[in-house]
Every structure is written in structure tokens, then in C-alpha cells.
């Protein structure tokens, strides 16, 4: 346990760039989704009520627009949809298993997800249900990038105001001298 002096220095260390906070993503993604928020807050006085907000929302909005894009596949190329919607269910699976590590990043699935919602709403397809298709199954896979990464940058940002949150959560947290 370190006092409010240490606990200060960590934070200005990090901020600083001399330190370097990792949080492990499977770990951050399960104290948003397992962890209720009143055991939370009597951990370090703090409700995230807008951090699981998100985080719940990511969990459960990418299972929900992944049925989404495989009922749009049906519409869209009948029987054909019988080979499309298990190649998008292994690519969605595929992105689900990356986005829990480190080095994966939101901004190339947020891109996709822009172009994709702008094709569909420019009308630049022929048939518009393609496009929807597409934009809904970019989503899909959003979410489940947003799930990770979101859940880190909150626990990340949580532990360095509350140290508190650093005593209860720091078992998913790794400090180290950055260089």
C-alpha cells in the first residue's frame, strides 16, 4: 500500500511519460461486465455508472448487430447467405479474439464502420440492403473493438484519479519505467 505522496508521483510519472500503466484487457473488460457497481464503489468510493454504460453497450450491441447482419444476409443474397454468413461469423470471431490484445486498435474498424455507414446512406450501391449488410457487420465488429478498448481506457484513467481503484484493481495493472 503506498501513501498519498508515492501515489502522487506514480500519477505525475505517468502522466510525464516516464511510466508507463498498462492494464490487462480481459481483465479491465470483466470488472465493467462481472463486477456490480455498487461492489465498485465501496472498493474506491467511485460509481462508473458511464463506464459500464459503454462497456455494457459494446458487450451486448455486437452479438446483437452480428444476428443483424446475418438476417440482412438472408435478405439480401437468399440462399447465397448460406456461405456468407459463416465466413462473417469466423471473421467476427477472428476480430473478437484479436481485439483482447494490447496492440489492437479501434481506428481502422472505426474508418471501415465511417465508409461503410456513408456508402449506405450516400445510396452508392445498387441494391441498398448490401450496404446495410456491410455497415451493420462493420458495427458488429466495432463493438466488439470498442468493448476492449474502452474498458482499458476507463480502468487506465480510473486507477490514475483514485488510488483507491489502483489498491483494489491493481492485479490487472502493470507499471513500468517507460524507454
Known amino acids: 500500500m ?14 510525464d511519460g516516464r511510466l508507463l500503466v498498462g492494464v490487462d484487457r480481459v481483465f479491465a473488460r470483466k470488472l465493467y461486465t462481472g463486477m456490480a457497481t455498487s461492489a465498485i464503489e465501496e472498493a474506491t468510493g467511485e460509481a462508473p455508472y458511464l463506464e459500464k454504460l459503454v462497456v455494457w453497450f459494446a458487450f451486448l450491441a455486437s452479438p446483437v448487430a452480428m444476428l443483424g447482419s446475418a438476417v440482412l444476409a438472408a435478405v439480401a443474397f437468399h440462399w447465397w447467405a448460406l456461405l456468407i454468413v459463416p465466413v462473417a461469423l469466423l471473421w467476427w470471431m477472428f476480430n473478437r479474439s484479436t481485439s483482447v490484445r494490447g496492440g489492437s486498435s479501434i481506428w481502422f474498424l472505426t474508418l471501415a464502420l465511417i465508409a461503410s455507414v456513408s456508402v449506405h446512406f450516400m445510396n452508392l450501391l445498387a441494391i441498398p440492403r448490401m450496404s446495410g ?9 466495432w463493438c466488439d473493438r470498442l468493448l476492449y478498448c ?10 490514475l484519479r483514485n488510488q483507491r481503484a489502483l489498491e483494489a484493481f491493481g492485479e490487472g495493472i502493470t507499471i513500468r519505467e517507460a524507454g
Open 2 to 15: 503506498m501513501n498519498d505522496d508515492q501515489y502522487k508521483t506514480l500519477v505525475q510519472s505517468a502522466y
Open 133 to 141: 449488410l456491410v455497415a451493420v457487420f462493420a458495427f458488429a465488429l
Open 150 to 159: 474502452a474498458s482499458t481506457f476507463f480502468l487506465r484513467a480510473f486507477v
